[in-house]
């Protein structure tokens, strides 16, 4: 039809450069955290709350939900594919955040950790990084002792004030609406690894398999 707009003959990828994504961090986040952004290699997250809304429902067998976000899940893959180790540290045992987060292929999954500064240094020494490199993301009093010995503490906007006040970001979403996906972003964008990433997820080798993405109980498509 005359006058409609033609479609580009090869859309570019990624969308925009290195510079340019780092400047859209620096905005966000200011120069001096986008420097301690762009040194991570480990990011660590609570689960409920963070990963989750922190709602728990249950039916007559107990815990029989929760509610997680899809754009978090693609981030923590572009996370997972630009070479960053990933990890949740809970209080809580559930079988839904390990299931997610194996689906998601993390290094670490801690569960039923109150001791949550033990629980870190194990995951650092099964990551290799150091405590330094490491993101924490937490949004209640508990998370208070491990976000002390990570190099970027990290809360969500309706964590208690004395949380927020320790750590050297909050973020705009909320847990369980894209906090984490806004971490990832910070992250890989300060570090110039974001076109990285989204250049691997083209490659089928780097993509999560059909077992991965099952959400349900029935038998997945065989791996191709």
Not at 112 to 119: E, H, L, N, S, W
Request: aromatic share 6%.
């Amino acid at each position: 039809m005359s006058g409609q707009r033609p479609y580009p003959v090869e859309f570019p990828w990624p969308p925009a450069s290195d510079e340019d994504y780092r400047q859209e961090a620096v905005v966000r986040a200011g120069n001096d955290l986008a420097d301690r952004l762009a040194r991570v290699r480990l990011i660590v997250l609570d689960a409920d709350g963070v990963l989750t809304d922190g709602r728990m429902i249950y039916g007559a067998q107990g815990e029989a939900y929760k509610s997680f976000h899809s754009r978090d899940g693609l981030g923590l893959v572009l996370a997972r594919v630009a070479g960053l180790k990933l990890a949740v540290l809970t209080g809580r045992h559930s079988a839904i955040v390990e299931r997610r987060c194996t689906e998601l292929r993390f290094d670490s999954i801690k569960l039923g950790r109150f001791d949550k500064v033990d629980a870190l240094g194990e995951i650092l020494r099964e990551t290799g990084c150091a405590a330094a490199d490491a993101v924490y993301m937490g949004d209640d009093i508990i998370d208070l002792p491990a976000l002390h010995q990570v190099g970027v503490p990290v809360a969500v906007p309706d964590a208690p004030q004395e949380v927020r006040h320790q750590c050297v970001y909050v973020t705009q979403a909320r847990g369980g609406e894209g906090a984490v996906r806004e971490v990832v972003d910070l992250v890989l964008k300060s570090a110039a690894l974001y076109g990285l990433a989204l250049e691997r997820l083209r490659d089928k080798a780097w993509q999560p398999n059909h077992r991965e993405l099952s959400s349900d109980h029935g038998r997945a498509p065989e791996d191709t």
